[in-house]
């Protein structure tokens, strides 16, 4: 399944819950800046990274990177020409390769937010506060709920969920093609 120009990733405030991020405090909000988020070395690090079906965790539930070991069991797609939105400037969008029988069901039945798991680096802005700078995105996850909500996903228009799909050709769904 090839869908195109999926939203992955947005600029502004996001909050974060305890433990999330190096910022103290119980929830925490944190900026993304434009110029992190659509830095030339944060998209061109995007292509080719995988797609896997929920975020990959440790036996203890912790998250964990796709790596050159894990990869094969994990990987569902990949994810291609990252790029900044010309419709919703805030908005990160890419082309998702979907390869897995079982993640493509999954989006045709609904599971259609999107996650990145990423590295970056975190600034204090004052308590609860904080900035992201050098975002390196390694995995663009499928999910039920997404920190971003719907503006993070494969849908048919703003805060709609996708339609089922069961054999079109061609479906131009939210800016992203189904083939």
């Not at 975020?55 to 069991?73: E, K, M």
């Not at 039945?109 to 050098?134: F, H, M, V, W």
């Not at 719907?150 to 479906?171: E, Q, Y």
Request: with cysteine.
């Amino acid at each position: 399944m090839r869908c195109v120009g999926v939203p992955i990733a947005r600029t502004g405030t996001q909050a974060y819950g305890p433990g999330e991020t190096p910022i103290t405090g119980d929830y925490v909000q944190i900026d993304r800046d434009p110029e992190e988020v659509f830095s030339p070395d944060a998209i061109n690090a995007i292509w080719g990274k995988p797609v896997c079906n929920d975020h990959p965790s440790d036996s203890w539930g912790g998250r964990i990177d796709i790596t050159p070991d894990n990869w094969r069991q994990l990987a569902v797609g990949s994810c291609t020409n990252p790029r900044q939105s010309d419709v919703e400037p805030d908005l990160l969008i890419a082309d998702l390769i979907i390869y897995d029988q079982s993640a493509i069901r999954d989006i045709q039945n609904g599971k259609n937010q999107i996650s990145c798991g990423y590295d970056a680096d975190y600034e204090s802005l004052g308590p609860g506060r904080g900035r992201q700078t050098n975002i390196r995105i390694n995995h663009v996850a499928l999910v039920d709920q997404g920190r971003c909500g719907f503006r993070c996903s494969i849908g048919d228009s703003p805060g709609k969920s996708a339609k089922v799909l069961r054999k079109p050709p061609k479906v131009l769904i939210h800016g992203a093609l189904f083939r």
